[in-house]
């Protein structure tokens, strides 16, 4: 799968020509919603199902700044999936130097309206199978 890219807003840099830390977690939220559109389940049609996706955990490492202008590709996969949490892995590249900027990780849990776990492998198996045919190692 193609990665999603990003490319760095003049706002998203401090004083020092440099991209704000923060704003690699919310490229990850653009790369995690174009990711689930891809495989055919965008966050709109879950939640129009009353299934959520909030965030448990976040880590990243931040390898080489970011600069105004800078295309960044941001690769995702699913690390882990156990009908549950999934993990999200995500790979921040610069597209021009092909040099990794960001490495990252994302932990989701899967809730209805009133904040109970969903049973997704019976809400929904297709996501489910999908999920596991993505985990790593496992994709085609």
Known sequence: MDPFRH????????MMGIAHHANYIR???EARVDFMDRIGFPYARMESRGVFSPVRSLRCDYRRPCTFGDDIDIAVSVESFNGVVAELRYRMTNAAKGETVC????????????????????EMPDFCARMAELCSGNEP
Do not use: I, N, P
């Open 103 to 122: 490495e990252a990780v994302s932990e989701h849990c899967f809730l209805d309206r009133e904040g109970r776990f969903v049973r997704l492998k019976r």
């Open 7 to 14: 490319r760095v807003q003049y706002y998203e840099t401090d």
């Open 27 to 29: 490229w990850m939220e």
